[in-house]
């Protein structure tokens, strides 16, 4: 008997597997070899001769005052923008939970954001901020367009907290901010943390919202100029040194952090 259960977990596990190959294969394909490559490319002197440069276009890039300019203004976005960007989610998420039902009947409002092309919303965004010179427009966007995805995650985590919970606190006396802020913000913090790192994960991804909202121009304002610009200017001019190392150094940047974030988020799940 326990021949036949023992064959039929491996034939269970080789099936799981199977249906994990299309997924692999993909990953392989289209992520693990081009990142392997740009790593080639960033350890040469030329695509053309390929001779071994070492650390060489690691070290001219990270003294390239236009990649320091990028570095800047996007851990700055990262800084400034993604807190915001996260207590507005909270407090939607807070109210769409356990707010009144007018607010509730708002959900698809802030699920909108996700389906509207950024071209249509940067349009917007042009005529309601127009001669604004500063970096704030493409901020307010990049929350705009994120809000939606953290609302529906810290909904789903509120929304799996059990009520009697909340009946138990009632009855001991709390009142609704040791509520909210002793009892329903803990228990769902994983999720709040994982939307933090899903949200600087896509600050260093914010390219095409600013480069609409400038009018498709490959050099913004300095205060707009960020890692994916730099990126795109580098493959215009085919410096494919400068863009791979740029390339690398963020992807380990942003490997770090959501490192750092999911090791923080596993020490407060409960």
């Known amino acids: ?98 707010g009144v039902g007018r607010l509730r009947a708002l959900r698809t409002a802030f699920v909108l954001p996700m389906v509207i092309p950024t071209a249509s919303a940067a349009l917007v965004w042009q005529v309601f901020f127009s001669g604004w010179d500063n970096v704030l427009p493409v901020y307010l966007l990049f929350i705009w367009k994120n809000i939606g995805i953290c609302v529906v995650l810290m909904t789903a985590a509120f929304a799996c907290i059990d009520r009697g919970i909340f009946e138990a606190a009632r009855m001991d006396g709390a009142s609704a901010w040791p509520l909210y802020t002793k009892i329903v913000i803990p228990m769902a913090l994983p999720a709040v943390l994982f939307s933090a790192l899903l949200s600087i994960v896509n600050s260093f991804r914010v390219f095409k919202e600013a480069y609409l909202y400038y009018g498709g121009t490959n050099y913004p304002p300095n205060h707009a100029y960020t890692l994916q610009y730099y990126m795109n200017n580098n493959f215009l001019k085919l410096d494919y040194q400068s863009l791979s190392a740029g390339a690398v150094m963020t992807s380990v940047l942003v490997f770090l952090i959501v490192m750092g974030g999911l090791a923080l988020q596993r020490r407060v799940d409960p």
């Open 1 to 98: 008997m326990g021949g036949i259960e023992m064959k039929i977990r491996i034939s269970w596990n080789r099936k799981c597997i199977l249906c994990l190959l299309p997924s692999l294969a993909g990953i392989a394909a289209f992520f693990a070899a081009p990142y392997v490559r740009v790593l080639y490319y960033s350890l040469i002197d030329n695509q053309f001769r390929r001779n071994f440069a070492g650390l060489s276009n690691y070290i001219q890039t990270w003294r390239n005052e236009y990649f320091q300019l990028a570095l800047r203004n996007s851990l700055m976005l990262m800084v400034l923008a993604v807190p915001a960007l996260m207590v507005l989610a909270l407090l939607v998420s807070l109210g769409l939970s356990y």
